[in-house]
């Protein structure tokens, strides 16, 4: 069974599913790619060349992936940075394919309009997420992200805990708050939240002292493949806040812009660090 990953991708770099698709790898799973976006590097390091795939070109590729019998055999399909309005549809495609072929794929969508209170998505794309993110089982915005998908900003742990709930309202069974800094959160932590139903954990990590491009890309890959083998959301927020944070201290170590994906690789699967959930409901 394969995981249908479609997000933007970089020649150079370890964000979209440069990162995503090697973390899914490493923990073997069969993934097929689709880039939405195609890049020379993160945008953030300058310079950077290509741009959004044409819409006729992207509808091709379900018709391709149709042909090998893709889609009967599709597990998930994963989003991240759609890039244009014809990155939703691919998605909405592609969930129709596979359930037209007898599968019943779970829908993780992690919704990139944002971080650190910039948006860097036109309002269409906005709209588009918030149409596609109905659909899904699983959803995972960061801090900006939760407050432009539901109009609220939290300022506390209750109210980060209210905006997920408002999110599973619409149509996830589970929402995930991958980054959050509230008044109530102990100084130089960061907050991952998980609502699962009426359930909810949340873990609490320290803060490594710069930002990280892909860190949200890789985190939902991660919790995919860990709540697809266990289907329980503690023990897979628990796996991907441990894999994820093994990451970024190989990253800090390193000294580098991107994530160190490739030196971290074996840390990753046997993280060395280990946080446990706190129920929270």
Not at 18 to 35: K, M, N, Y
Not at 36 to 59: D, I, M, R, W, Y
Not at 94 to 113: E, Q, S
């Amino acid at each position: 069974m394969g995981i249908i990953s479609i997000q933007s991708q970089v020649v150079s770099g370890h964000v979209g599913n440069s990162a995503a698709v090697f973390a899914l790898q490493c923990c073997g799973r069969e993934v097929w790619p689709i880039p939405t976006v195609l890049l020379s590097n993160h945008p953030g390091h300058g310079g950077a060349q290509g741009g959004p795939l044409p819409a006729e070109f992207l509808k091709t590729l379900p018709a391709g992936l149709a042909a090998r019998g893709c889609f009967a055999n599709c597990a998930a399909i994963l989003s991240g940075y759609l890039g244009s309005e014809a990155g939703a549809a691919l998605v909405t495609d592609c969930l129709h394919r596979a359930r037209a072929a007898g599968a019943n794929p779970i829908y993780l969508c992690d919704p990139v309009l944002g971080d650190d209170g910039r948006t860097y998505v036109r309002p269409e794309i906005v709209t588009a997420m918030l149409h596609i993110s109905h659909l899904a089982h699983i959803i995972t915005p960061n801090a900006h992200e939760i407050q432009l998908l539901t109009g609220a900003a939290p300022a506390t742990t209750t109210q980060a805990l209210l905006a997920l709930r408002v999110l599973q309202s619409r149509g996830p069974g589970i929402a995930v708050l991958t980054s959050f800094e509230g008044a109530d959160t102990p100084p130089a932590t960061l907050e991952i939240i998980a609502a699962d139903g009426p359930a909810a954990w949340r873990i609490k990590i320290p803060k490594l002292g710069q930002k990280f491009s892909g860190a949200g890309d890789l985190f939902a890959a991660l919790f995919l493949h860990f709540w697809l083998s266990t289907r329980a959301t503690p023990d897979a927020l628990a796996k991907t806040c441990a894999a994820v944070h093994e990451v970024l201290l190989q990253t800090v170590s390193g000294g580098s812009d991107e994530l160190a994906l490739i030196a971290a690789r074996h840390q990753m699967l046997s993280p060395r660090h280990i946080f446990a959930p706190e129920r929270l409901a």
